[in-house]
């Protein structure tokens, strides 16, 4: 392999980590050019891609994500979708979406978020979102939560077939800002109402504590404690 096609490889497969900060792109979109991520700083972002402009799954993926867009916008988040395809193609799909699909009761629904158009794929191999044994030139279905800071919190990839869960997504955006906010970890479907997990005891001292004092804690054992966070509090420091 000579060293052109290495850096394409590398390229191909190159992919953020949690922790790692959004790499940086400048990007046409349908609403206009964007610098990434610094117009979005201060907020958290959803950057999703999607395999193709007119396909179903997609469609069905966009229509619900535009009508849930105020309530992510609630949660100081901002999306911003990305294929494989040009601007005009893009234009036309959102037209075409507003103007005749009707899905799951949603109809006339307008994408307000930015379409990144990404034909030379610059943007989806800096994400990773280009996995050949998927696919060579579709993206997958690729999501990424960055935070207020530019810093990548959480991934998730889907096949192309598989349609995503939004309430999940909202779900994991709440999750993550409750535990910035209260310095808390989040159970297994976990959700605003719902007991929390304090950090697990760092002594013997605070395991003993943590077993036989602490009132405000219930404890099933010295490393797995919860405690109450009723779901006003959260969503008071989490929503707009
Ligand atoms: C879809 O969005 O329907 C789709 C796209 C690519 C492959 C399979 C399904």
Same mark, same amino acid.
């Given at each position: 392999?000579?060293?052109?096609?290495?850096?394409?490889?590398?390229?191909?497969?190159?992919?953020?980590?949690?922790?790692?900060?959004?790499?940086?792109?400048?990007?046409?979109?349908?609403?206009?050019?964007?610098?990434?991520?610094? *117009?979005?700083?201060?907020?958290?972002? &959803?950057?999703?891609?999607?395999?193709?402009?007119?396909? %179903?799954?997609?469609? /069905?993926?966009?229509?619900?994500?535009?009508?849930?867009?105020?309530?992510?916008? +609630?949660?100081?988040? +901002?999306?911003?979708?990305? #294929?494989?395809?040009?601007?005009? /193609?893009?234009? @036309?799909?959102?037209?075409?979406?507003?103007?005749?699909?009707?899905?799951?009761?949603?109809?006339?629904?307008e994408? +307000?978020? %930015?379409? &990144?158009?990404? &034909?030379?794929?610059?943007?989806?191999? +800096?994400?990773?979102? &280009?996995?050949?044994?998927?696919?060579?030139?579709?993206?997958?279905?690729?999501v990424?939560? !960055?935070?207020?800071?530019?810093?990548?919190?959480? !991934? !998730?990839?889907?096949?192309?077939s598989?349609?995503?869960?939004?309430?999940?997504?909202?779900? @994991?955006?709440?999750?993550?800002?409750?535990?910035?906010?209260?310095?808390?970890?989040?159970?297994? *479907?976990?959700?605003?109402?719902?007991?929390?997990?304090? #950090?697990?005891?760092?002594?013997?001292?605070v395991?003993?504590?943590r077993?036989?004092?602490?009132? *405000?804690?219930?404890?099933? *054992?010295?490393?797995?404690?919860?405690?109450?966070?009723?779901?006003?509090?959260?969503?008071?420091?989490?929503l707009?």
């Amino acid at each position: 392999m000579n060293t052109i096609e290495m850096s394409q490889e590398q390229q191909t497969f190159s992919m953020p980590r949690i922790g790692d900060k959004a790499p940086e792109f400048k990007a046409v979109t349908t609403q206009g050019e964007i610098n990434f991520p610094s *117009d979005y700083k201060g907020s958290w972002t &959803i950057l999703f891609s999607h395999p193709a402009d007119f396909t %179903p799954v997609c469609t /069905s993926e966009f229509m619900t994500f535009a009508h849930l867009e105020e309530k992510f916008n +609630k949660a100081n988040c +901002k999306l911003v979708g990305l #294929s494989v395809d040009g601007l005009y /193609s893009h234009i @036309a799909w959102l037209r075409t979406i507003k103007d005749k699909i009707e899905f799951n009761g949603m109809k006339d629904i307008e994408v +307000k978020f %930015p379409l &990144i158009e990404d &034909i030379t794929m610059n943007v989806a191999k +800096k994400y990773g979102m &280009i996995q050949p044994g998927e696919h060579q030139t579709q993206a997958v279905r690729a999501v990424f939560f !960055i935070d207020p800071e530019s810093t990548v919190r959480a !991934i !998730i990839y889907y096949p192309l077939s598989l349609g995503r869960n939004f309430d999940e997504i909202y779900r @994991a955006l709440i999750a993550m800002q409750t535990s910035d906010k209260f310095n808390v970890a989040t159970p297994a *479907d976990w959700e605003p109402g719902k007991d929390v997990i304090i #950090s697990p005891a760092g002594s013997c001292g605070v395991a003993e504590e943590r077993m036989t004092k602490s009132e *405000d804690l219930e404890c099933k *054992d010295w490393f797995f404690c919860t405690k109450k966070l009723d779901k006003d509090t959260v969503l008071k420091e989490v929503l707009k």
